[in-house]
């Protein structure tokens, strides 16, 4: 069941990149890598920040523990939901009214003109943050009945929102084709919203809702609401480490040569594709399994249940990470090298991807690590590792920045990845961590190793007399 589940979200994100990278493919060849592109990451980088924080980790990991323990569950969803999208609609209307300074704030390298340019771009955006937080909402009540074909699926329909707007802008000047892949990203996020509602009442679902609406005036959750709430503060810190990060890379991106900000995103773009087909899958996968094991006091299964996604994930995040580092050049070569994106384009980008993998297997496996942390109620010290880690990054910018330039910020970002794994170590357990270690299975790790290297470099060698 756990690895149906992983294998769910796996083909779903899988088929979600697929069409992402078409996407990326048509947004490489129609802008290329200059001041439009990068005005529309900036655009996109705010709702899309907090997209990863929600669906990737903090409200999930927060809700699902507190929605099995809730002895009200009808009223605990209704109030949760409720406040939250009042919360994030009250937010879009704040940001749509300064969005000025929210450009600025984002891309604080940026000119004026500039500025102007990307402003209403970002009001436009960041509305989709109200109908991603309602869509893993219910989602995250979906992966409680194991159902996650929904979830996965689902978002490949912002890319096909995304490419329709390409296409149907063919030709048009480039500012245009960034308002419409603005409005392209709501319709995306309403797509994904409609989706989920069908789901839920399929399942009957909704009828959380419908009661929890009734007896709203019944104050029987308070108490389950304030530890969600605080749980939930600690688990968005705790979650945010690699988000964060990446939004100080565009922001100290801005101010370094023109392009920088595509290079970081067509680089994490690719830097993210085992990122979520791996170790997101996985953790999504068996994050509801472990925390009812661990709420009914069944450790040692939970233990082995992790031991199992522990070896899973190692193998594949290591082959991707070795794999992509060497080949990163022809990578994004094969991927993006067309019409506006240029070879010079494609050595700057590569050298970023090889950077950013570097942290791929520590963020992959910190994943996996703060699960038994979340599963244990355990956020408020997965919070302080993140801050810790996050500092560390910040220290490094200041290191690495100046001589490396865009790879130094991908370089420091993976750095502070390292940090976060051994400290989430640290917290799991040493002496578990080595029960997990000791196995079998590490002679074979390393027996691949042997062999995946060296092949690797003679495919290389192949590939780039093609090319």
């Known amino acids: 069941m756990i690895f149906k589940n992983f294998f769910t979200n796996s083909i779903g994100i899988l088929i979600s990149r697929i069409f992402g990278l078409i996407r990326d493919l048509l947004m490489a060849s129609v802008l290329g890598a200059n001041i439009y592109s990068d005005i529309f990451f900036v655009a996109f980088k705010l709702p899309n920040l907090f997209r990863r924080i929600f669906a990737e980790g903090a409200f999930t990991q927060s809700f699902i523990p507190a929605f099995i ?9 209704y109030k949760i939901f409720v406040r939250f999208f009042i919360f994030l609609i009250f937010a879009s209307f704040i940001v749509t009214i300064f969005s000025g300074f929210f450009a600025k704030l984002i891309a604080l390298g940026f000119d004026e003109k500039t500025i102007e340019i990307a402003s209403p771009l970002v009001a436009i955006n960041f509305y989709y943050l109200p109908l991603i937080f309602a869509v893993t909402f219910m989602g995250s009540l979906l992966q409680y009945k194991n159902h996650f074909a929904t979830t996965a699926f689902s978002t490949a329909l912002l890319n096909i929102a995304l490419i329709s707007s390409l296409l149907l802008t063919d030709g048009m000047d480039k500012k245009s ?16 919203l409609l989706t989920h509602i069908l789901a839920i009442k399929n399942r009957n679902l ?10 709203r005036k019944k104050d029987k959750t308070k108490d389950e609401e304030k530890r969600f709430f605080f749980s ?11 988000q964060i990060s990446a939004f100080l890379d565009t922001w100290i991106a801005s101010f370094l040569l023109t392009g920088s900000i595509s290079y970081l995103y067509y680089a994490n773009r690719i830097f993210q594709l085992p990122l979520a087909l791996f170790a997101i899958a996985l953790s999504v996968g068996i994050f509801p399994k472990i925390a009812r094991l661990v709420k009914n006091s069944e450790t ?4 082995l249940l992790f031991k199992n996604g522990f070896w899973f994930l190692l193998f594949l995040l290591t082959l991707s990470a070795i794999g992509g580092f060497i080949l990163s050049e022809e990578i994004v070569k094969i991927l993006f090298q067309r019409g506006a994106f240029s070879s010079e384009d494609t050595i700057k980008s590569a050298g970023v991807l090889q950077m950013y993998l570097v942290g791929l297997i520590p963020y992959g496996l910190s994943k996996l690590f703060s699960l038994w942390l979340y599963a244990n109620h355990r956020q408020k010290e997965a919070a302080k590792i993140a801050l810790f880690a996050l500092g560390t990054n910040l220290l490094l910018y200041t290191i690495l920045v100046k001589p490396l330039g865009v790879e130094g910020l991908a370089l420091a970002s993976s750095c502070a ?8 170590i640290r917290a799991f357990g040493i002496k578990e961590f ?34």
């Open 232 to 242: 939930f503060s600690h688990a968005i810190l705790g979650n945010s480490t690699p």
């Open 300 to 303: 040692q299964k939970a233990l």
């Open 69 to 77: 323990n809730s002895k009200n569950k009808s009223i605990f969803t």
């Open 206 to 215: 909704l009828k959380l809702f419908k009661f929890g609406f009734q007896n």
């Open 434 to 467: 080595l029960d997990i270690i000791r196995d079998k299975k590490l002679v074979i790790f390393v027996g691949m190793l042997i062999i995946y290297i060296p092949t690797l470099l003679y495919i290389k060698e192949i590939i780039s007399e093609y090319l």
């Open 177 to 192: 084709i960034i308002y419409a892949m603005s409005y392209a990203v709501i319709i995306g996020g309403v797509l994904q």
């Open 417 to 424: 990845g390292i940090v976060l794994l051994s400290f989430t």
